[in-house]
């Protein structure tokens, strides 16, 4: 980041948003589509207020609730979300005993080590996606390839910011996936058990706040992931997005 954003900027979280993904082109973590793909988001957010929506927020509860009653939950983690919230993401996976994968559309070896790298300075424990030992059937790009004991195996998959086919094949695969994603008539929302449509800076600590109020609390998790309706979550930020309307 050149200058830093003043407090009274009334842009200052976009736009510091924004300094984190150049700065993950530089490093290496995030690649120049990934930009392209951030402002088509940043979009459908302005229309959101900036804000977290009612729907979004039990989203996030019933996607924590998924997470601490998973017998082996993973966490995706492309460029882009490496690069705006490593700490979040590091934070979610201890509060869940989730493990942290690195999965990439646009695949290299030094793009994957780099990543990794990064989660580590960011205190994670380990970070899988490196092995690439296993395949998702019915996809013939990079994001197919997966770790057999990480997406492989999991049961319950986060894939925030997520590419609408492998969220296909991970649902096709009988996996529980949760999905950020701040389109709500994007492939990867309509096919997700519990599509949590907001900002994935504000969502993944949204996550991590609801998890630590869940994980020893079995029943009320339970309750709060079978309660929980995808396709009204869905309705209701559309509603806000094409009107405003105010969710009761």
Same mark, same amino acid.
């Given at each position: 980041?050149?200058?830093?954003?003043?407090?009274?900027?009334?842009?200052? =979280?976009?736009?510091?948003?924004?300094?984190?993904?150049?700065?993950? +082109?530089?490093?290496?973590?995030?690649?120049?589509?990934?930009?392209? =793909?951030?402002? !088509?988001?940043?979009?459908?957010?302005?229309?959101? %207020? #900036?804000?977290?929506?009612?729907?979004?927020? !039990?989203?996030?509860?019933?996607?924590?609730?998924?997470?601490?009653?998973?017998?082996?939950?993973?966490?995706?983690?492309?460029?882009?979300?490496?690069?705006?919230?490593?700490?979040?993401?590091? $934070?979610?996976?201890?509060?869940?005993?989730?493990?942290? #994968?690195?999965?990439?559309?646009? !695949?290299?070896?030094?793009?994957?080590?780099?990543?990794? &790298?990064?989660?580590?300075?960011? &205190?994670?424990? #380990?970070?899988?996606?490196?092995? %690439?030992?296993?395949?998702?059937?019915?996809? $013939?790009?990079?994001?197919?390839? @997966?770790?057999?004991?990480?997406?492989?195996?999991? &049961?319950?998959?986060?894939?925030?910011?997520? $590419?609408?086919?492998?969220?296909?094949?991970?649902?096709?695969?009988?996996?529980? #996936?949760?999905?950020?994603?701040?389109?709500?008539?994007?492939?990867?929302?309509?096919?997700?058990? @519990?599509?949590? @449509?907001?900002? +994935?800076?504000?969502?993944?600590?949204?996550?991590?706040?609801?998890?630590?109020?869940?994980?020893?609390?079995?029943?009320?998790?339970?309750?709060?992931?079978?309660?929980?309706?995808?396709?009204?979550?869905?309705?209701?930020?559309?509603?806000?997005?094409?009107?405003?309307?105010?969710?009761?």
């Amino acid at each position: 980041m050149d200058e830093p954003v003043p407090d009274s900027h009334p842009r200052q =979280a976009s736009l510091e948003t924004r300094h984190r993904l150049e700065a993950g +082109v530089d490093a290496g973590i995030t690649s120049r589509q990934g930009l392209i =793909a951030h402002g !088509r988001g940043e979009a459908f957010d302005y229309l959101l %207020g #900036e804000r977290t929506i009612d729907s979004a927020d !039990r989203a996030a509860r019933a996607a924590a609730a998924a997470l601490v009653l998973a017998e082996k939950p993973v966490i995706s983690v492309n460029g882009n979300v490496a690069a705006l919230v490593p700490d979040a993401l590091v $934070d979610l996976a201890d509060a869940t005993g989730a493990a942290l #994968e690195v999965n990439l559309f646009n !695949r290299t070896e030094e793009r994957m080590q780099a990543i990794a &790298d990064h989660l580590v300075a960011h &205190d994670a424990s #380990e970070v899988k996606g490196l092995t %690439g030992d296993a395949t998702i059937p019915g996809l $013939d790009h990079a994001r197919a390839t @997966v770790d057999a004991d990480g997406i492989h195996a999991a &049961d319950v998959v986060l894939v925030p910011l997520e $590419d609408g086919d492998r969220a296909g094949a991970l649902a096709e695969m009988g996996k529980t #996936e949760i999905v950020i994603d701040l389109n709500p008539l994007s492939r990867s929302a309509q096919v997700a058990d @519990v599509p949590i @449509v907001d900002n +994935v800076v504000r969502a993944i600590p949204s996550i991590t706040a609801h998890a630590r109020n869940l994980v020893d609390a079995s029943d009320a998790a339970r309750t709060a992931l079978d309660s929980f309706d995808p396709d009204a979550a869905l309705d209701a930020a559309e509603r806000e997005i094409r009107g405003g309307v105010t969710e009761d």
